[in-house]
């Protein structure tokens, strides 16, 4: 331990408070486990997704394994092998977390408080590195029943990927400044439809509900399923199943959606076969991809002057100029009237990810493919939701006007002949020969581009494609494989698959030495949340810091908040709280915004007053201010 006032030594380090701490290791040891750490950082990033499999030898690689419910026949599957191998990347992880570990318990610390300290910490960083193992296991399992869907998709079948996309907040040309603030976001929520065509191909179309401001629950989203399966069985009678698939998202993933969906099949003649949920921060990328060329679409249009604050306005501008390529946009509103089920509860649903829905009920998984499924009858469903749900009769306000979109030169056109038709401007005689010579010079460009730009390669798999659209749908399947046509590919494949083969996989029985770790079966599942109460003592602290920035104005952020909480101390000199009462950021935050609804703390009426009449007299300053600019502009235009 270097004593104070001296540089620190080679085997040293700085606790959060600023504390050094003697771990007693060299600079050697220091630079090896930080190498060795970013070797683990890079394999759980990149490389352990590509050595999960359905079936393995190893415990960390094996989907079965991993996945199975230990006390539960019916979300268990056995494996039919031995796990008698293990992966050389993985023991190493857990080998350098170990002894990362005993350095630190091992270490010399000033005080018990210290030493207490950095263990929490750390072990709260390995219990994060865990969790995130067990997330990439199950992305990539939620993510194979996505595939098999898609690679056996026949043409009365359509799969539906949903989503709330983020509020479109509302523009105004020229907006002024006091205008911007306090606004409300226009409700979208995107579903794309994948179908087989004609030619035994993957199409897409994307399906936009617009409306002004609604609650985004699981009626609107049961309202809107069962209009958009109308709609897909108005344009193709042949469809009669359907595969729906979202993220975790509560108006999503609960209760009474799943027991409304039985009657929405009924009502629309289009049966719901299955529902999967992808894994937290995946599994959307469909979605995504639509709603980005709507936005650019529709900021384009709001550059050119035009106002987008409601729905109806935001419609017009994702249909102008053609609209974009198979998307159908609809504005409506949902008749919350028509909610008559109110209640309804299936234990531990938020465990569940995968729903095939039967004659008799509906069987439920943990994870995909996964046992044979835990199976709850329609009959029980309906003693706990009180009382049933009948149609939702969404109200579309205005059908989509545009679906398809043609080549550039026709929708330039088709374009002109609209504003010829549609708006009302004197142009003069021999302006009209200058923009039907600018229009013929840029269709000639964009015709030359389009023979030029006539191939779209992947760069996952290298396959080449004659047309953007089939380039698209080979994304969003994302199936990527080598053609069998490329021999050096084939090869390189074959020596690559070997060599990771031979080196990730070792057996345990070897010479040389591998950690072994102690993972049980089932070690990926997610775990149920257990809802921890702060004690009195940390709550009463942390409303005392919201009050105390209330009234100053200045308000602690919640990372300032937690890092109070660790510090505090009492007269003595003592830590007010013990490591097991530490506040994350997160849970600060959760409870500053709690406080913000539901604190009784009100202000001083007469500063409240004071603080009114400054905030107004600075509004009425702007406003005279951006009215006095635009008299100006307008005398001088």
């Not at 930080?34 to 759980?44: D, I, P």
């Not at 992966?87 to 190493?92: A, E, I, L, N, V």
């Not at 296991?137 to 043409?155: D, G």
């Not at 097991?580 to 703390?601: I, N, P």
């Amino acid at each position: 331990m270097s004593p104070k006032g001296s540089p620190p030594d080679e085997n040293t380090v700085t606790s959060p408070s600023g504390t050094l701490i003697d771990l007693t290791f060299s600079i050697a040891d220091g630079i090896d486990i930080e190498s060795r750490l970013r070797a683990a950082k890079r394999y759980l990033s990149h490389d352990y997704r590509w050595h999960i499999e359905e079936s393995s030898q190893v415990k960390d690689h094996c989907i079965q394994y991993s996945l199975s419910h230990a006390s539960s026949p019916f979300l268990c599957q056995d494996c039919h092998h031995e796990h008698n191998e293990l992966c050389k990347f993985c023991s190493d992880t857990y080998s350098v977390i170990d002894d990362l570990e005993q350095l630190i318990v091992d270490g010399l610390y000033p005080t018990d408080e210290i030493r207490s300290e950095f263990i929490h910490d750390f072990q709260n960083y390995k219990e994060r590195i865990f969790l995130w193992k067990q997330h990439i296991l199950r992305t990539v399992n939620q993510e194979a029943a996505k595939t098999f869907i898609l690679e056996n998709l026949k043409e009365d079948e359509v799969l539906i990927v949903m989503d709330w996309a983020m509020k479109f907040l509302p523009s105004i040309d020229r907006e002024k400044q006091t205008d911007f603030y306090g606004k409300k976001g226009i409700n979208w929520h995107v579903s794309v439809v994948l179908s087989q065509n004609d030619r035994a191909e993957i199409s897409t179309d994307c399906y936009a509900h617009l409306f002004d401001s609604i609650p985004q629950g699981w009626f609107a989203v049961a309202s809107i399923l069962e209009n958009l399966l109308g709609c897909i069985k108005t344009q193709n009678e042949k469809i009669t199943k359907v595969y729906l698939r979202s993220d975790n998202a509560a108006c999503y993933h609960c209760s009474p959606l799943i027991a409304a969906i039985n009657g929405i099949s009924k009502r629309t003649g289009v049966n719901i076969c299955r529902y999967d949920f992808s894994e937290a921060q995946s599994g959307k990328d469909i979605c995504d991809r639509r709603t980005a060329p709507m936005k650019i679409h529709a900021k384009r249009y709001g550059n050119e002057g035009h106002d987008i604050t409601t729905a109806r306005e935001l419609k017009i501008a994702l249909e102008s100029y053609g609209g974009i390529q198979d998307t159908h946009v609809y504005t409506a509103e949902v008749d919350f009237q028509q909610q008559t089920l109110k209640k309804c509860s299936i234990p531990d649903i938020n465990m569940f990810n995968n729903f095939r829905f039967e004659d008799d009920g509906v069987r439920m998984w943990l994870g995909y493919n996964i046992g044979e499924g835990k199976f709850v009858s329609y009959n029980s469903l309906q003693q706990t939701a009180s009382p049933q749900q009948e149609a939702t009769n969404l109200m579309i306000l205005e059908h989509p006007k545009v679906t398809k979109r043609g080549k550039t030169s026709k929708r330039k056109r088709k374009h002109k002949e609209t504003l010829e038709i549609h708006e009302d401007v004197n142009v003069v005689e021999g302006m009209t020969d200058v923009v039907d010579g600018v229009t013929d010079v840029v269709d000639g460009v964009m015709d030359v581009v389009d023979e030029e730009i006539n191939e779209y390669t992947c760069g996952e798999c290298g396959i080449t494609f004659t047309s953007l659209k089939d380039f698209n749908i080979h994304q969003d399947m994302g199936n990527h494989k080598i053609k069998s046509t490329d021999l050096v590919k084939m090869l390189w494949s074959e020596k690559c698959v070997d060599i990771k083969r031979s080196i990730t996989k070792s057996s345990s029985t070897g010479d040389f030495e591998i950690v072994e770790n102690n993972i049980t079966k089932g070690w990926a599942l997610k775990e149920k949340r257990v809802s921890k109460r702060f004690s009195k003592k940390v709550k009463d602290f942390v409303t005392k810091m919201f009050q105390e920035g209330e009234r100053k104005g200045h308000r602690y952020t919640p990372v300032e908040a937690s890092r109070k909480v660790r510090s505090a101390r009492d007269e003595n000199g003592n830590r007010v709280f013990s490591p097991e009462e530490w506040l994350s950021s997160q849970q600060v935050q959760g409870l500053f915004c709690r406080l913000s609804q539901t604190s009784s703390f009100v202000l001083d009426t007469c500063t409240k007053k004071e603080h009114d009449e400054d905030l107004n007299e600075v509004i009425e300053e702007i406003a005279r201010q951006e009215n006095e600019i635009t008299l100006v502009k307008s005398i001088c235009m």
